[in-house]
């Protein structure tokens, strides 16, 4: 996929205030790190937060949010759908939501519980979140991104997005 614009054309976008996102930084730089170091990056789609929890105590690096899980079984309107964003356009950044909380809930106990209040294991796994533009167009992607990058672990480039974003839904 080829880009129609460069990274300076991005940034004038955000404005004069330099806003920081924690989380969404931190996660960035590990998977960008995990993608320099690690010959491939296990990752499986969690549908709740406890799954989430369940997938980094096992070991797993990073968390996948499908659009399709989303869809199917974990969105807002609490229906079916095909894979067609027919489902209410802040089910993938409210399932985001949910599973940050629930990562930074099993971060919390651990800590608690541990001699220097400090967790062992870093439960913040980088969340992959697949997005499209749906029936929106390109201007509903990217507000829907814009939301999505105060929730999950997101950097400009690092997300992983259908080919459809700037060229419409293709179904």
């Given at each position: 996929m080829?880009r129609?614009?460069?990274?300076?054309?991005?940034?004038?976008?955000?404005?004069?205030?330099?806003?920081?996102?924690?989380?969404?930084?931190?996660?960035?730089n590990?998977?960008?790190?995990?993608?320099?170091?690690?010959?491939?990056?296990?990752?499986?789609?969690?549908?709740?937060?406890?799954?989430?929890?369940?997938?980094?105590?096992?070991?797993?690096?990073?968390?996948?949010?499908?659009?399709?899980?989303?869809?199917?079984?974990?969105?807002?309107?609490?229906?079916m759908?095909?894979?067609q964003?027919?489902?209410?356009?802040?089910?993938?950044?409210?399932?985001?939501?949910?599973?940050?909380?629930?990562?930074?809930?099993?971060?919390?106990?651990?800590?608690?519980?541990?001699?220097?209040?400090?967790?062992?294991?870093?439960?913040?796994?980088?969340?992959?979140?697949?997005?499209?533009?749906?029936?929106?167009?390109?201007?509903?992607?990217?507000?829907?991104?814009?939301?999505?990058?105060?929730?999950?672990?997101?950097?400009?480039?690092?997300?992983?997005?259908?080919s459809?974003?700037?060229?419409?839904k293709?179904?």
């Amino acid at each position: 996929m080829k880009r129609a614009y460069e990274v300076e054309d991005v940034l004038k976008l955000k404005g004069s205030i330099d806003i920081e996102y924690t989380l969404a930084t931190r996660g960035a730089n590990k998977l960008w790190q995990l993608l320099h170091t690690e010959p491939y990056i296990a990752a499986l789609g969690a549908q709740t937060g406890n799954q989430a929890v369940q997938m980094v105590r096992a070991g797993l690096k990073a968390i996948y949010l499908s659009g399709w899980q989303v869809a199917a079984d974990a969105n807002c309107a609490g229906d079916m759908y095909p894979d067609q964003s027919l489902y209410p356009a802040n089910s993938g950044p409210e399932l985001c939501k949910r599973i940050n909380k629930s990562l930074r809930r099993a971060d919390q106990v651990e800590a608690v519980e541990a001699e220097d209040y400090l967790s062992p294991r870093d439960w913040y796994a980088p969340i992959v979140a697949d997005a499209e533009a749906g029936f929106g167009g390109s201007l509903n992607c990217f507000e829907l991104m814009k939301v999505t990058s105060t929730l999950t672990y997101r950097a400009l480039f690092k997300d992983h997005s259908n080919s459809d974003w700037f060229f419409g839904k293709h179904c």
